[in-house]
Each structure stands twice: as C-alpha cells, then as structure tokens.
C-alpha cells in the first residue's frame, strides 16, 4: 500500500519507491530459476507429530552439499494453458505429477496467486549417489514459485542473489515453512553449511534455521552407493510405522533431542570427533528404531554391514571417519578431506562396482535467473 499523510518526507517517499518497486516486480517476474542443494541430516527427522503440517517430533540437524542439486523453473502461463511438471527433460504424466501439482496449489491458495504454471527441474543428484533428491527438490520448488509470482522479501532476495528484487512477504523463514510443507528434510535446503530444523509448535514455528552458513571446519562426505533399487519402505511409510507401533519411540525423541542440543555444542566448537561420533550414533539409533517397529523392518541390506565394518577397519588404521544412513542401504561417509582418496580407495577395492562421490559444504538456496516481462 502505497502511504502518505502525516509521515515525514523523506519516509513517505522511500515508502513510496518501495511499494511501486514491488507492485511493478511483482507484475513483471513471470519465471523463475533456483537452485537447492540436497541436505544430509546428521541428526535425522524420523517421524511426523502432525502429517498434513508435517510437524516433526523432533528437531534435527543437517550438511548441505555442494556436489548435489536441483534447478527448479516455475513460470506462470497463459489462463488457457494446462499446468505442466517435466522432470529431467521429460513430461511427467499426471498420476505422478500429483504431488507436485498439489502442492503448488497449496501454495498458491497460502499466498493468494493463482493460474497455470509449467515446473521444469532438472536432478543433479544422481540417483546412483543413493542421496535422496526431495530436500533440494521441494526446496528449490518454492524458490521458484516464489520468484516467479514476485513474492520475495528484500532480505530473501538478497540472500539468494535473486537477479529481481522485489519487496513481498516471503523471507528465508518462510520459504523453508514452504519447503517443510512438501519434504521435511527441504525445510534445512534453503540454508548453507550446517542448519537445523526446529521441531517448532506449529506451522509458524516449525521452521530451518541456519547454524553455520560458511562453516571452516573440514568436513566432507563420501556416498557411497550400495544399491539404486527403489526402498521397499518409503520413507513416510517406514516413518509412520515406527511412530504408531515402536514402544521406543519415545526414547528416540528423547535421544535426539539431546543429540541436537550436542551436536549444535560440536558445531560450534568445529569439533570434528564429536559431530562424526554423534552422528554415526542417531544414525544407529534410527536404524535399530526401524527394527522394534511391527512389524519390524530394515533398509540395511549385507553390503550396508560390510560397509559399516570398512569403515570401522578404516579407523583401526588410524583413518578417521564415520558413516550415517539414511531411509535406504546407501552409507555416507564422513571424513577430513585428507582422507578422501583413502576411503573412496578402500570402498573400490572392496566393492569394485559401486558409484562413489564425494563432497563437502553447499550454499544455501540461490537465484539462478529471473525473467521480467517488459
Ligand atoms: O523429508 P523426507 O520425507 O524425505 O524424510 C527424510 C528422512 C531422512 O532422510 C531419513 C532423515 C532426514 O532428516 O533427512
């Protein structure tokens, strides 16, 4: 709104450029490009408080990755043009592309925008990486969406380099609400370096924030694929079943609650044995919940194990590393970076067939283009 009266000169009229900075952007960006770096949870979201707010139980705690990402387009289309989602080059049928559709109009209908749209993203985490794709995905959805229709705060299109500044309503708190509500684990994308996920109360407070956007420490990870095969339990799924069945569920809350408050103590003093230590330990902690769910299950498969022992033998050799895994057989291992050719060497030796790639801190979500309609 465009304000007058009483306000001083010079405030109205900075009031005024302001408004019609934002009108006339938020008119103009019809089409926007992000790009999400994908996130692995060093101390890992498992199970949801509230499914359709996907509220989490607990906080947790992640590294966003250089190496794997995704480029999100979102452009508004003409009113008599269908909505459209084409994934890696190839339209996605309809049946599949719900999700996605609906979560746009979601998004629309909570920032009052509307009409078709085409999404166009393309995956730059190979599948053969075994690291899930939803956190930069969802993550750089919103980015987009949020470019195209105008609606960034000063302060978000700062942080993302966005090539159109305009002043609307989102900030980087709401944009990973936003991301949240697709993928849990996109909640923590919008952010660089280490950043958290608050459990939060509600919609407003269940919120990433960051903890280190350009952490010194030298920390990188090495995925290690095992296996490429879609999970037999999804993540919602395997999720779902140890919160309505596990009777220790809830020590895994208590847990990792106190493993966050810890890990955010190792963070802060770059405390490399510590953020490893405590992080192969959720990761455990996770995985054995898994099996006292009924009924009970395991993404493990006898390479996983093979791995965990690699990388215990690695440390009897003085290597120092650790693993975690996520919702699938694949280990991701965490070391110094001088440590990075002997891990990748012992996993090729032992497993000459696998995809190994490595890779340290990412950035948080970032503005790609911005097209501005004349
Ligand atoms: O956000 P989702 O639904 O993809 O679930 C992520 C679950 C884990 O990757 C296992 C843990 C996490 O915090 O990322």
């Not at 009113?79 to 084409?86: A, G, M």
Request: aromatic share 8%.
């Amino acid at each position: 709104m465009i304000s007058g009266g009483s306000q001083p000169a010079s405030a109205s009229v900075d009031a005024l450029v302001r408004s019609e900075v934002a009108v006339r952007s938020r008119a103009a960006a019809h089409s926007a490009t992000a790009r999400a770096h994908t996130n692995i949870a060093l101390v890992k979201y498992w199970g949801k408080k509230d499914a359709a707010l996907r509220l989490p139980f607990t906080s947790s705690i992640s590294m966003t990755l250089e190496r794997f990402y995704a480029d999100t387009s979102f452009t508004l289309l003409p009113s008599t043009q269908e909505s459209e989602f084409i994934l890696d080059g190839a339209p996605v049928p309809p049946h599949r592309a719900a999700r996605v559709l609906d979560y746009v109009a979601a998004m629309q209908q909570r920032h009052g925008v509307s009409g078709p749209f085409r999404i166009e993203s393309v995956n730059h985490v190979p599948i053969s990486a075994g690291l899930a794709s939803s956190s930069s995905a969802f993550a750089a959805l919103a980015a987009a969406f949020v470019g195209a229709y105008g609606l960034g705060s000063r302060e978000l299109c700062e942080a993302t380099k966005s090539p159109v500044k305009t002043s609307g309503p989102v900030d980087r708190t709401e944009l990973s609400r936003m991301a949240r509500l697709g993928s849990g684990s996109a909640s923590r994308s919008v952010f660089g370096g280490f950043a958290k996920w608050e459990r939060g109360t509600d919609d407003a407070t269940s919120v990433g924030v960051s903890l280190d956007e350009k952490p010194q420490l030298d920390l990188c990870l090495t995925a290690i694929e095992i296996d490429t095969a879609q999970k037999s339990v999804s993540s919602t799924a395997g999720m779902r079943r140890v919160v309505e069945t596990s009777p220790y569920y809830p020590v895994w809350v208590e847990n990792t609650e106190r493993a966050c408050s810890q890990m955010e103590d190792a963070i802060a003093a770059a405390d490399f044995t510590g953020i490893g230590t405590l992080a192969q330990q959720n990761a455990l902690d996770m995985h054995a919940l898994n099996m006292t769910a009924h009924p009970g299950f395991t993404y493990f498969q006898p390479e996983t194990l093979t791995a965990i022992a690699t990388v215990e033998a690695l440390n009897n050799d003085g290597v120092e590393c650790y693993f975690t895994i996520d919702a699938g057989p694949n280990i991701k291992v965490l070391s110094r970076s001088e440590n990075v050719e002997e891990i990748s060497r012992r996993f090729r030796a032992l497993m000459p067939a696998v995809t190994i790639a490595s890779t340290s801190f990412g950035p948080g979500v970032e503005y790609l283009q911005a097209q501005v309609r004349e």
